[in-house]
């Protein structure tokens, strides 16, 4: 059996990063896993059969865990008639990495091939399984998780910005200091916080952007950060913690009836499929359990469940709403690394 690693990959950094490379579409398979046997013949057809695979598959789609573990199936019994397997990390000569992400119409299938510093990407589309159309269906919308960051270092907040000139910037603010890098460079600043009160132990921030001004806060600490100038133009205290300790009580513990096991931590995003506002909820869990979000929407009855449950491979850290898009940073516990996601919907078709 091949070394399977299941992970979730940025749509938008895949499609950025291979789009030159990629191949036409292929015409939509007749049924999902037939589309996946297709593509496993497809990959076989770019290695030889002594090379040694690892397979990384990633679920960015609505797709039923159920309907997943099939294709996973599929694609791994395909592949595995074709070519050699990895049976442990290092070995391989060739690592696969396959996203399965939607459109409007139908799901797209990314498979990304690498083999030293040689990377092919291949693109194919599947139809909606009528039975995966049929659960979703029941949920007014889609709720839908993009990892843009990962690394090693504790981070309380992160996001993407585009400066004057159009040109992507990822902000990540850690206990000390807020980091910006060009995204795609190696260009790269790093703006230290000055001496202020003590940090404590579980520290909370946030990073707000407008226009050429990053706003952030750490513990008792506000900054004001300019973009043209690359200075951090202020900082002063607060009389309090700069971020509230609960994010709960900042907003909507008073605006949504919390569900059994749900408001650890909330967000509110609008959703243009429903003309209201939804309300994105962590789990009760504490930092030793993996966690999940998933999103509600208010009743005269209480809390409804409004999207899919999304699940992430670790505890999230923290849920931040003040942007365009919700984003969430989750401390991998398999890894240990922290990762920041970008939360999104798509409307139930």
């Known amino acids: 059996m091949l070394l ?11 499609v950025w990063l291979f789009a030159v490379l990629a191949t036409p579409l292929a015409a939509p398979a007749a049924t999902l896993e037939d589309s996946a046997r297709e593509l496993a013949r497809k990959i076989a057809g770019a290695l030889s059969a002594q090379d ?20 996973k199936m599929a694609l791994n019994d395909e592949l595995s008639k074709h070519v050699g397997t990895a049976a442990t990390e290092g070995e391989e000569t060739a690592r ?3 996203t399965l992400s939607e459109n409007i119409k139908e799901l797209v299938w990314t498979a990304v091939i690498r083999q030293g510093n040689t990377y092919r990407t291949l693109l194919f589309t599947a139809p909606r399984p009528p039975a995966n159309t049929a659960a979703s269906g029941a949920l007014p919308v889609v709720l839908h998780a993009e990892k843009f960051w990962e690394g090693p270092e504790r981070t309380l907040d992160a996001l993407v910005y585009l400066d004057d000139n159009a040109q992507s910037w990822l902000a ?3 206990t000390d200091s807020l980091v910006t890098q ?3 460079s190696e260009v790269k600043y790093r703006f230290e916080l000055p001496p202020d009160q003590p940090v404590s132990r579980a520290p909370e921030g ?6 050429n001004t990053i706003t952030f806060g750490v513990g008792w600490q506000m900054c004001r950060l300019g973009l043209e100038a690359r200075t951090i133009a202020e900082c002063h205290s607060t009389k309090g913690p700069a971020i509230g300790s609960d994010p709960a009580e900042i907003v909507f513990a008073s605006e949504i009836d919390l569900p059994p096991g749900k408001g650890g ?10 003309g209201t506002d939804i309300y994105p909820m962590t789990g009760l869990g504490d930092d030793s359990v993996p966690d999940s979000i998933q999103a509600f929407q208010k009743s005269s009855s209480g809390a409804l ?15 931040h709403f003040l942007s365009e898009f919700p984003r969430a940073i989750v401390r991998n516990l398999k890894t240990g690394n922290y990762e920041a996601y970008r939360l999104s919907t798509t409307c139930t078709p």
Do not use: Y
């Not at 899919?308 to 850290?317: A, S, T």
């Open 305 to 319: 469940a409004g999207s899919n449950e999304v699940d992430f491979p670790g505890p999230v850290v923290a849920l």
């Open 172 to 174: 990540l603010l850690w």
């Open 265 to 274: 931590q909330i967000a509110r995003m609008r959703s243009e499929c429903m």
């Open 4 to 14: 399977i690693c299941r992970r979730n990959f940025s749509r938008r950094v895949l």
């Open 206 to 211: 946030l990073i707000v952007h407008l226009g």
């Open 182 to 184: 060009k995204v795609g």
């Open 52 to 71: 040694k695979v690892v397979l990384e598959f990633g679920n960015a789609s609505s797709l039923s865990w159920n309907d997943e573990a099939q294709v």
């Open 96 to 98: 696969v990495t396959i």
